[in-house]
């Protein structure tokens, strides 16, 4: 199956700094891509939908300042947290898709941990 | 705003026992996803599902597309320990997916 590798596997910061996660797809080409965050023992939140090439739309209540999100190719997808904060403490995985939108594939995610 | 039901939230269950899990949605999807996350990792993909009525199988797995198009169960027989995770269901249309809250699966010793 396709495979979708997100770096780094986890992340500990300062309050203040910013924080790069890589969401690359291995072995396609994602026409989109999406970033996720979940909090300990609850379900997948949908922070914003990414195309290759153009803006990322972002849900309703996600700062898209704070969470910045760049899909410059088809294989690779960059969110950054930026001035992180403590209550910014999560997991967050991406997924991406192919063209045909026939599947949905997960990279292993990424827990960001604050001080 | 569309919602998926999923249920139950959790389970306990005896090593070897079966296991039923489903999703209802007010919504109708074109396809239904079910997805195994192990703690720290991202979920995995476990069956995809295309048509209604369709029934596939992958393992001691068993999903089914519901006829509606708005629910979709999964079966797991024979359960092992390595079963135990959380299991998610997501319906979509289009680039459009929305995830069910999950199914919690413990397995006791």
């Known amino acids: 199956g396709a495979v979708v590798s997100q770096h780094p596997s986890w992340v500990i910061c300062k309050s203040g700094t910013s924080v790069k996660i890589e969401c690359r797809s291995l072995?396609?080409?994602?026409?989109?891509m999406f970033w996720y965050r979940q909090f300990p023992k609850q379900s997948l939140m949908l922070m914003a939908t990414?195309?290759?090439?153009?803006?990322?739309?972002?849900e309703q209540g996600v700062e898209k300042d704070k969470f910045l999100i760049n899909h410059a190719s088809l294989t690779l997808s960059t969110l950054t947290v930026t001035s992180a904060h403590p209550e910014d403490s999560s997991f967050y995985i991406c997924?991406?898709?192919?063209?045909?939108?026939?599947?949905?594939?997960f990279g292993s995610g990424t827990q960001l941990s604050v001080l | 705003g569309q919602q998926l039901n999923q249920s139950p939230q959790s389970m306990f269950i005896q090593e070897g026992e079966d296991v039923s899990m489903n999703c209802t949605s007010s919504?109708?999807?074109?396809?239904w996803l079910w997805y195994k996350q192990d703690p720290g990792e991202g979920p995995v993909l476990l069956i995809a599902?295309?048509?209604?009525?369709e029934l596939t199988s992958n393992g001691r797995l068993t999903a089914q597309f519901g006829i509606t198009r708005k629910d979709s169960f999964l079966n797991i027989s024979a359960s092992i320990p390595s079963d135990v995770g959380i299991y998610f269901c997501?319906?979509?249309?289009?680039?459009?997916?929305?995830f069910g809250k999950g199914t919690r699966l413990h397995i006791l010793p």
């Open positions: 997501a319906g979509q249309r289009g680039d459009k997916i929305i």
């Open positions: 919504s109708i999807f074109n396809t």
């Open positions: 599902l295309y048509k209604a009525g």
């Open positions: 990414s195309n290759e090439g153009s803006k990322a739309t972002y």
């Open positions: 997924s991406a898709t192919t063209a045909t939108n026939e599947k949905l594939f």
């Open positions: 072995d396609f080409q994602a026409t989109t």
